[in-house]
């Protein structure tokens, strides 16, 4: 009988010896199928993360996120923080980066992410702690080889047990046996006509003042505040494959352009916080931010991959002056991530404290 444990045995460099090899050996796997996921299910994340000034100066700095309270320590004292803050993007890419392996490394799209809340600002060196809940499980009645799960995730400072982040995420997820569907409604479309306002209007400036009474002056005119901003991102292999790596973030959409050529988008594409961060740092660099508080309703459109650039469109939905210190009134915007084919790839609502004066 051969002794298969003898080096020479086999000849793995041999082409047709390993390509008849391959096809015989079972794959260690990764990640979960659909199936894996039933409401109530708990997961606490097991890769080890530790917050860091490098990481996040090399995420704000690809993403274009510029806001001095991230980068110096006398402007966040200004700002009221009471060291300077690792940027909550960043804070937030690395929570769910930790979460891939466990959530969606089998293959899911991100979908959406609803909300998200931001309990305290995070510093470097904090070690993180993360759990999920499986708050929703579903078959997708368009797509039967995919599921549709939503989990709760928290992500705390594993020494002091605080919480520094939490969201609600939607991914679709790959099933290991496709479903029987009802025939789903690929394709159908709404085809209400869509009404626009005449006029968009413009903020005069960047603080909260604006803001505001950019929305005073479009309600006498009928008309909505929204612009877009200037600045483009084209997103390379740093932006779609390195900027993920770095938070653990193991999805094969983005570092495994084998894998993905037989998938929907055809390629690897990024990350979704990474395009996100990209847009709302087109859109904070036209606002003097104090905080960033949170987001809701949270969509990814459509693939976003080597190549393209990601823009920023902003639409401004509401003034709170009595939110946030008395520096700073709140403002709630829909920001809006598109390519240079002007097709929206990212869409969510988020609340930030902007300051009043100079
Ligand atoms: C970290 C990470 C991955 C990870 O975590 O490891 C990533 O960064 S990955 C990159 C970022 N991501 C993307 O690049 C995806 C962009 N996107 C698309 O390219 C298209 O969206 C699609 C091709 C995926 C689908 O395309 P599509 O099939 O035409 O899309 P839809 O018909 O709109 O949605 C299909 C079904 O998802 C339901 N659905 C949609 N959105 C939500 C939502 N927010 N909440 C709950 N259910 C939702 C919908 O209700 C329908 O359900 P049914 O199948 O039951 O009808």
């Known amino acids: 009988m051969t002794d298969w444990t003898d080096p020479d045995a086999m000849d793995l460099s041999d082409g047709e010896t390993f ?49 001095p309270a991230y980068w110096r320590a006398d402007t966040a004292r200004e700002r009221g923080f009471e060291e300077r803050p690792v940027h909550p993007d960043y804070l937030l890419a690395c929570v ?37 809940t499986v708050v929703d499980t579903r078959t997708s009645s368009s797509r039967p080889k995919y599921g549709i799960v939503t989990w709760e995730t928290e992500g705390q400072d594993r020494e002091t047990g605080e919480t520094l982040v939490s969201y609600r995420r939607t991914n679709m997820i790959p099933r290991r046996e496709p479903a029987a569907t009802d025939g789903g409604a690929v394709g159908e479309q709404d085809d209400g006509g869509t009404t626009l306002p005449d006029t968009l209007v413009s903020p005069d400036g960047e603080r909260f003042g604006d803001f505001q009474a950019a929305l005073d002056t479009a309600r006498e005119e009928n008309a909505a505040v929204a612009y877009r901003h200037e600045r483009g991102r084209t997103m390379d292999d740093q932006l779609v494959a390195g ?116």
């Open 19 to 67: 390509d008849a090899l391959l096809d015989r050996a079972d794959t260690r796997e990764k990640g979960h199928f659909f199936e894996f996921f039933a409401e109530g299910d708990e997961l606490a994340h097991d890769p080890g993360l530790r917050l860091t000034h490098h990481g996040s100066e090399q995420w704000m700095g690809q993403t274009l996120n510029h806001d």
């Open 243 to 358: 900027l993920p790596l770095s938070t653990l973030n193991t999805a094969r959409q983005h570092h495994n352009r084998d894998e993905m050529a037989d998938s929907p988008s055809g390629d690897i594409v990024a990350y979704g916080d990474v395009t996100r961060s990209i847009a709302l740092a087109h859109a904070r660099s036209d606002e003097a931010t104090y905080r960033e508080q949170r987001f809701a309703d949270e969509r990814f459109h459509d693939f976003v991959t080597l190549g393209d650039t990601v823009y920023g469109f902003t639409r401004v939905l509401d003034c709170d002056p009595d939110a946030g210190p008395e520096g700073a009134g709140a403002v709630t915007f829909e920001h809006v991530a598109f390519n240079q084919e002007q097709t929206p790839v990212y869409s969510g609502r988020r609340t930030a404290l902007i300051q009043r004066n100079q």
């Open 96 to 132: 769910m980066g930790i979460t891939v392996e466990d959530l969606s490394e089998k293959g899911g799209y991100f979908l959406g992410r609803d909300d998200v809340e931001f309990h305290q600002p995070a510093t470097a060196g904090t070690p993180l702690s993360v759990t999920s």
